[in-house]
């Protein structure tokens, strides 16, 4: 069997709230609350649990996506009024121009976790 990640925590302000926001931007399903963890299932191999902690430590998290998925998502972050860009130095420069693909961007939450997409069109 090959190594995949099957989830990881993300520490957050208030679980729920980094949970809800996360699962809106990516347009994504959130149930609510299990138990200490807020998860949100990314795909049918990934869970990020977010986790309430006093003192976040603040994640970097990449996400390939196709172009459908790159557009919707920076649809939301506009309608939304969250602030991204192109470079993890600054994620508010409004630029989708990733060094590494055709379109990427960068978004953060209220707890330091910094969003980072990759699409290749």
């Given at each position: 069997m090959p190594?995949?990640?099957?989830?990881t925590?993300v520490?957050?302000?208030?679980?729920?709230?980094?949970?809800?926001?996360?699962?809106?931007?990516?347009?994504?399903?959130?149930?609510?609350?299990?138990r200490?963890?807020?998860?949100?299932?990314?795909?049918?191999?990934?869970?990020?649990?977010?986790?309430?902690?006093?003192e976040?430590r603040?994640?970097h998290?990449?996400?390939?996506?196709?172009?459908?998925t790159?557009?919707a998502?920076l649809?939301?972050?506009q309608?939304?009024?969250?602030?991204?860009?192109?470079?993890?130095?600054?994620?508010?420069?409004?630029?989708?121009?990733?060094?590494?693909?055709?379109?990427?961007?960068?978004?953060?939450?209220?707890?330091?976790?910094?969003y980072?997409?990759?699409?290749?069109?």
């Amino acid at each position: 069997m090959p190594i995949s990640l099957n989830h990881t925590i993300v520490e957050t302000v208030d679980n729920d709230r980094g949970a809800r926001f996360f699962a809106e931007i990516m347009g994504l399903a959130y149930a609510g609350p299990d138990r200490h963890f807020a998860p949100v299932r990314v795909n049918e191999s990934l869970t990020l649990d977010f986790l309430t902690a006093a003192e976040p430590r603040g994640a970097h998290l990449a996400f390939d996506v196709d172009p459908t998925t790159f557009d919707a998502a920076l649809a939301r972050l506009q309608a939304s009024g969250v602030a991204y860009g192109d470079d993890p130095s600054t994620p508010d420069n409004g630029g989708i121009n990733h060094p590494l693909c055709a379109r990427g961007l960068y978004f953060t939450d209220d707890s330091g976790n910094l969003y980072e997409l990759m699409s290749p069109a």
